[in-house]
T-cell receptor, first 110, second 115 residues
């Protein structure tokens, strides 16, 4: 089966850096996605890792270690608009269906 | 480029009634996925279409759920008869087959409440 764990909630200060961790156990692995979801809106794509290492995209970076079943999303220079739920999802199978964690609700404070 | 759209945005029905949800994927996307989020739980996969064919329906809860994608464009998900535990947010996502990492674009979801 699959098990994806991430913290339920995190709080950080505007301008700071925050790291959201995700651990997974899965049979079959194509890659790992991070999505951002504001309340009542569609999840939007942030990043994708298929190989070990760091992928950087502006203020957002994501890291993957396949041997450890571990990923993290790093958000730099936090802004108030970054307050949202961050979803870790593993892609598996020929159809690339996604298996999600429960999401981490990030609150950015002044 | 227009995104994935879903209709209705909200639906409130009584137990035993029928509801049909609609998803319009991004034009040209062969892959269409349905997911569901039940209150307090994670988003879970329901099924996957490639064009008009069901590729994987391993996540469909039971035979009260019927998904179709006639003509390989929009898709419908019908729940008949609806039960209380069917309440949740139903998301649709689409992707292009030839993209390197098959990024899925999500719609805003349909919030279904069964009373």
């Amino acid at each position: 089966g699959q098990n994806i764990d991430q913290p339920t909630e995190m709080t950080a200060t505007e301008g700071a850096i925050v790291q959201i961790n995700c651990t997974y156990q899965t049979s079959g692995f194509n890659g790992l996605f991070w999505y951002q979801q504001h309340a009542g809106e569609a999840p939007t794509f942030l990043s994708y890792n298929v190989l070990d290492g760091l992928e950087e995209k502006g203020r957002f970076s994501s890291f993957l270690s396949r041997s450890k079943g571990y990923s993290y999303l790093l958000l730099k220079e936090l802004q108030m608009k970054d307050s949202a739920s961050y979803l870790c999802a593993v892609s598996k199978g020929g159809g690339n269906k996604l298996t999600f964690g429960t999401g981490t609700q990030l609150k950015v404070e002044l | 480029e227009a995104g994935v759209t879903q209709f209705p945005s909200h639906s409130v029905i009584e137990k035993g009634q029928t509801v049909t949800l609609r998803c319009d994927p991004i034009s040209g996307h062969d892959n269409l996925y349905w997911y569901r989020r039940v209150m307090g739980k994670e988003i879970k996969f329901l099924l996957h279409f490639v064009k008009e064919s069901k590729q994987d329906e391993s996540g469909m809860p039971n035979n009260r759920f019927l998904a179709e994608r006639t003509g390989g464009t929009y898709s419908t998900l019908k729940v008949q008869p609806a039960e209380l535990e069917d309440s949740g947010v139903y998301f649709c996502a689409s992707s292009q087959s030839y993209r390197r990492y098959n990024e899925q674009f999500f719609g805003p979801g349909t919030r279904l409440t069964v009373l």
